[in-house]
């Protein structure tokens, strides 16, 4: 039991890594806590337009990991992403799942291997969940983060475009028409 | 699709409600989305202490939902809950979900109607989780909560004993130790 509580305490040091997108309406920046609870809701919430295949449960469980390698690694913007990040961001998952006994331990770091892999119908699924939500989120906020970060409508488009369409093909038909729409109204960095 | 965007984004709202402990090593206090989040993982961690009949992805579905019904109502800091609060969550789970179509409003509800009910072996160790995990951050944080808010060692025991015992046995007979050397340390509000 104490395995367990030495775990569940070092990954509450997640609600300290700082993202770059911001809550609706609150002046601080989002945390990858609260971001894995909220594209794990955003997954259970678009079981309709799922493929009949994919296993809802474990595209949550992939979800609530997926962020454990920021702990050491911090955030890094998506746009700004290097070879080394995901090596970091694996070193640390290893660390910290190595607090736990197996099952655990092992179940922990294949789920985050399965999302990074991208391979399986779970983890194109919850791919496209998670690169969908920062999206959502500067569509309600003016391009916020886009603005701040001088991301472009084309680098947008090119960068999310393919795993949200290859994992919720409705979800991207929606979501090019309102990233359309917001290039129209100026809410992308000017690059 | 809008619905369930409508709905994802009103949702986002939990982040700015303000629970009484504060993550470790942080100023600020905790949000019910981060907790959520954190309850989620510390289920998925206790498995091996679960019951074996207990499905492990409707408990931590559960968890997800929880405290939804927080957005309109406030945090209740758990020690001064009164009937009515249920009541006001109850009311505001309803007026969110209903954003959703059919199959994931009614789901949804359903899950925090169970938690709240307390009856199955899911929701019964969902509770013991959620009840746990404020105290292993206290436990961690010198009595961070207890001390500010006057709450006592047998207030604890006497709320969180039964539904952590109820739920998860080996957790209780872990905390109990742990809750003992608390107050031996002085950690808890002078009642």
Same sequence: chains 1, 2.
């Avoid at 913007?77 to 290097?82: Q, Y």
């Amino acid at each position: 039991m104490q395995q367990v509580v030495d775990f569940i305490l070092e990954i509450d040091k997640l609600k300290g890594v700082t993202r770059k997108v911001r809550p609706l309406g609150l002046d601080r920046y989002e945390n990858p806590a609260e971001h894995s609870w909220h594209i794990a809701m955003l997954a259970s919430s678009l079981a309709p337009y799922a493929d009949p295949g994919v296993d809802l449960s474990r595209v949550i469980a992939m979800l609530l990991v997926h962020d454990l390698g920021e702990i050491d690694a911090g955030d890094t913007f998506f746009f700004a992403e290097s070879a080394g990040t995901k090596a970091k961001e694996r070193a640390c998952v290893e660390r910290i799942v190595s607090l736990l006994p197996d099952p655990q331990r092992s179940s922990f770091l294949a789920l985050w291997i399965e999302l990074d892999e991208g391979e399986t119908p779970e983890a194109r699924f919850a791919n496209a969940v998670d690169r969908a939500m920062p999206v959502l989120l500067n569509l309600a906020n003016d391009g916020q983060s886009w603005r701040e970060n001088g991301v472009s409508h084309e680098q947008v488009v090119r960068r999310v475009g393919p795993p949200i369409h290859a994992g919720c093909p409705a979800l991207w038909a929606y979501l090019e028409a309102r990233l359309d729409d917001a290039n129209a109204r100026g809410w992308f960095g000017a690059r």
